[in-house]
Nanobody
Framework: QVQLVESGGGLVQTGGSLRLSCAAS????????MGWFRQAPGKEREFVAG????????DYADSVKGRFTIFRDKIWNTVYLQMDSLKPEDTAVYYC???????????WGQGTQVTVSS
């Protein structure tokens, strides 16, 4: 079992930056592909960014490419999402997730709120 806890959300102005953290307990994250997702009010949850087990390959939603960076720290068993040039449309609850198979994400955190004011 993997427990994921997100932190780092908050209120920021347009153009600002935030760094989200996803800390794991119960098991090392080295065997998992990690992802960040978000859900805005009234919308479905959407993929934001993903990183493979080694950290050598990343993937981003078109809406965040060039502004967000996902990376992982194996020593601290944590995955991060650096968010720059934030826009009001980035406002959402952000979730991290872990998967060990190609099919679905098995473990999810509780989410952290990000609000970008215009």
């Amino acid at each position: 079992q993997v427990q994921l806890v997100e932190s780092g959300g908050g209120l920021v102005q347009t153009g600002g930056s935030l760094r989200l953290s996803c800390a794991a307990s119960g098991r090392t994250l080295s065997g998992y592909t990690m992802g960040w997702f978000r859900q805005a009010p009234g919308k479905e949850r959407e993929f934001v960014a993903g990183i493979n087990r080694s950290g050598g390959s990343t993937d981003y939603a078109d809406s965040v490419k060039g502004r967000f960076t996902i990376f992982r720290d194996k020593i601290w068993n944590t995955v991060y999402l650096q968010m720059d040039s934030l826009k009001p449309e980035d406002t959402a609850v952000y979730y991290c997730a872990a998967r060990s198979s190609p099919f679905k994400y098995d473990y999810w955190g509780q989410g952290t709120q990000v609000t970008v004011s215009s």
